[in-house]
């Protein structure tokens, strides 16, 4: 296992601790603690991208388990928002939806031999709702605040959509090949 997949591994095992420290208010400092792990979590996405592509380690696992650990890590916390009703469940059910339609598609490609990595569109997707995730988890008590909260729930909403249309519109001939 190159560098690049331990550092998106060490990702994956970052999540549990994140979301100890999120749920448990009984710990001193939990959100804060939280907020580290996460970003921190975050900075290996970017950093385990660039190890990858700039010493030419791209392998077929960091480009499925990449994009899947930034699914576990994104996708726990916004449930963990939907949860304590920071974050409407709609928002939540609609990029958990986009993730499993994502993922099979994925599969399908896989068991036709084609590894599909992601979009820039996947890319934005996914940076904004790490920036929610961050807005969220902080989720000071200042009404601007709560605003700048909702104005990136919904801009990572648009974005899942937007990168969910251009993915299937950019792969259709995986699917067609499969349905003729």
């Not at 008590?141 to 249309?165: C, N, Y």
């Amino acid at each position: 296992m190159n560098l690049p997949n331990k550092i998106t591994c060490v990702r994956v095992i970052l999540i549990p601790f994140f979301l100890l420290f999120l749920l448990v208010g009984s710990i001193p400092a939990n959100r804060i603690i939280a907020l580290a792990i996460f970003v921190v979590a975050c900075l290996t996405d970017a950093l385990d991208g660039h190890i990858a592509r700039s010493r030419n380690l791209v392998t077929d696992f960091g480009k499925f388990m990449d994009p899947l650990a930034d699914k576990l890590l994104v996708c726990s916390a916004l449930i963990c928002f939907s949860y304590e009703h920071t974050l409407p469940v709609i928002v939540t059910i609609a990029i958990i939806a986009r993730e499993f339609i994502i993922s099979g598609f994925r599969q399908v490609a896989a068991d036709k031999g084609i590894v599909i990595a992601a979009s820039y569109w996947g890319k934005f997707k996914t940076t904004s709702q790490m920036i929610l995730c961050i807005l969220l988890i902080l989720h000071l008590d200042l009404g601007w605040w709560h605003i700048l909260e909702q104005v990136f729930a919904w801009i990572a909403l648009a974005l899942t959509i937007i990168s969910l249309a251009d993915y299937l519109y950019k792969n259709r001939d995986v699917i067609l090949k499969g349905t003729m």
